[in-house]
């Protein structure tokens, strides 16, 4: 758990010169776009994880740093666990060669998703799994859902919620793929409460590190449900963004959207 420590007190460039260090000492291919993301391992027809390098609040300082195993806790600011706890994880599984997956690492989640929303690598991930969830065993869905990619963690005792925003789902619209986001064991995020659980850290590891998992996530593209408009609602819903023109589809929000606000949409958070 060293290394963990370790990142936990490294500033957002600092961790991601870390996390290139790390995989080119692999032998992974590495696309550096500061200051926006890193892709590692980026290939078709495979799943791709995603976490966030930027945190919270100050960086903690080593004294102010507090085990209590299985938890971390950090004296006056918030540790970081959102999301050095899904960066560790990724970096676990390059450490061990894990080629089965790619890996996206995003600058500046907490400012807005500003480094997923330019994320320009051209590939066809089969669904993209967050690391950036609170909790022992959430699966937080976005709008963005697949049943089969669903029960693929219930079965491994996650329960779906509802999530808010997140890198995953700023990519899944722009890649036309489904996403999900799992707990990676930290709590009260954002305040200088939040503590990390490092058991539940690690189960998450466990789990998407097995191959029958593996083999689950990578058999077959999961296409997210569409949802449309039939032309009898064309003459009768508003746009539920402006509330001023006719709707030309319901979002994947179960949203009415005119095209005008949709055009706005994309242009803001998934063109680069």
């Not at 260090?21 to 032998?27: D, H, L, P, Q, T």
């Not at 807005?112 to 022992?136: A, H, M, Q, Y």
């Not at 899944?172 to 659980?197: P, Q």
Request: hydrophobic share 35%; glycine share 6%.
């Amino acid at each position: 758990m060293l290394d963990f420590v370790k990142i936990l007190m490294l500033t957002q460039e600092e961790l991601a010169t870390h996390v290139e260090g790390v995989a080119k000492e692999k032998g992974f291919n590495v696309i550096s776009k500061h200051p926006y993301y890193i892709g590692i391992n980026i290939k078709d027809n495979q799943p791709c994880l995603v976490a966030h390098l930027d945190k919270v609040g100050e960086i903690p300082k080593p004294d102010q740093v507090k085990f209590d195993y299985p938890l971390i806790r950090s004296k006056d600011t918030p540790i970081g666990g959102d999301d050095r706890c899904g960066v560790w994880i990724m970096l676990e599984l390059i450490r061990n060669c894990y080629y089965q997956y790619s890996y996206l690492f995003c600058f500046d989640e907490e400012k807005g998703c500003i480094g997923s929303s330019k994320v320009d690598v051209k590939f066809k991930p089969t669904c993209l799994i967050g690391l950036d969830r609170r909790g022992f065993n959430d699966c937080a869905l976005y709008g963005y859902d697949n049943d089969e990619l669903i029960s693929v963690f219930e079965t491994q005792g996650y329960k779906p919620t509802l999530g808010s925003i997140t890198d995953v789902a700023i990519l899944a619209e722009r890649y036309k793929i489904a996403c999900i986001n799992l707990s990676v064991g930290f709590f009260n995020e954002h305040t200088k409460d939040e503590f990390i659980n490092i058991n539940a850290m690690r189960n998450t590891l466990e789990i998407i590190s097995k191959p029958e998992i593996i083999s689950k996530l990578s058999m077959k593209e999961y296409k997210y449900k569409e949802f449309a408009l039939d032309d009898t609602f064309l003459y009768d819903i508003m746009c539920e963004y402006c509330g001023q023109k006719i709707a030309s589809r319901i979002d994947h929000h179960g949203l009415a959207i005119c095209e005008d606000c949709d055009l706005i949409i994309n242009d803001k958070y998934y063109t680069s």
